[in-house]
C-alpha cells in the first residue's frame, strides 16, 4: 500500500498525484490533510503516514510539503524509515536501490506534477539490491 500525507503546501500536488496513481491502478490511501487548511502542520500528517510505513516492509509513503525537508526531518525520526527528498529520478532510483529507501519526500514549491510522476515511478519501480554492503549500512542505521 502506498500512503499519503501533505501539509497545505502540498494539497494540491498530493491531489494531482492521487488522480495519477489511480491512472496507474496503484493503491494508495491519503492519510491528510484532505482539505486545503492553511493552518495546518506537515508533522501530523508525516507521523500518520510513517506510522503506516512501518506497519509492512510492503509499504511505501509520498510526502508533500512545500521544501519536502520539513516531511523528510519527521520521517526520517522513526526507526526503520528511510527517507529521501526526491529531486532527480536517478537519485531516487540510487536511494531505493542502495539505502532500501520507503518514504519518498517532495517539494511541492519546486517540482511541478510531471517531475512528480516520474519521481514516484523511480520509487515505485526500483527495487532494493540487497547486497551485502548496503543490508550492512542499513542494520548500522536501525541500530
Keep these: 500500500m502506498i500512503y499519503l500525507g501533505s501539509d497545505h503546501r502540498g494539497f494540491n500536488l498530493k491531489e494531482k498525484i492521487k488522480v495519477f496513481l489511480t491512472s496507474q491502478k496503484l493503491p494508495f490511501e491519503d492519510l491528510g490533510n484532505?482539505?486545503?487548511d492553511p493552518e495546518d502542520d506537515y508533522p501530523d500528517f508525516a507521523k500518520l503516514v510513517v506510522e503506516k510505513v512501518s506497519e509492512s516492509l510492503e509499504n511505501f509513503g509520498i510526502l508533500f510539503c512545500g521544501s519536502g525537508a520539513g516531511v523528510d526531518i519527521v520521517a526520517?525520526?522513526?526507526?526503520g524509515i528511510r527517507s529521501v527528498l526526491g529531486f532527480d529520478?536517478?537519485?531516487v532510483s540510487q536511494a531505493r536501490k542502495d539505502d532500501h529507501v520507503n518514504v519518498l519526500s517532495l517539494a511541492s514549491d519546486f517540482i511541478d506534477e510531471e517531475?512528480?510522476?516520474?519521481?514516484i515511478l523511480?520509487?515505485?519501480?526500483?527495487p532494493f539490491s540487497q547486497e551485502e554492503k548496503h543490508q550492512r549500512r542499513i542494520e548500522k542505521i536501525d541500530a
Design 76 to 79: 526520517n525520526r522513526r526507526k
Design 115 to 119: 517531475k512528480a510522476e516520474d519521481l
Design 89 to 91: 529520478v536517478k537519485q
Design 34 to 36: 484532505k482539505i486545503l
Design 122 to 126: 523511480s520509487f515505485l519501480n526500483t
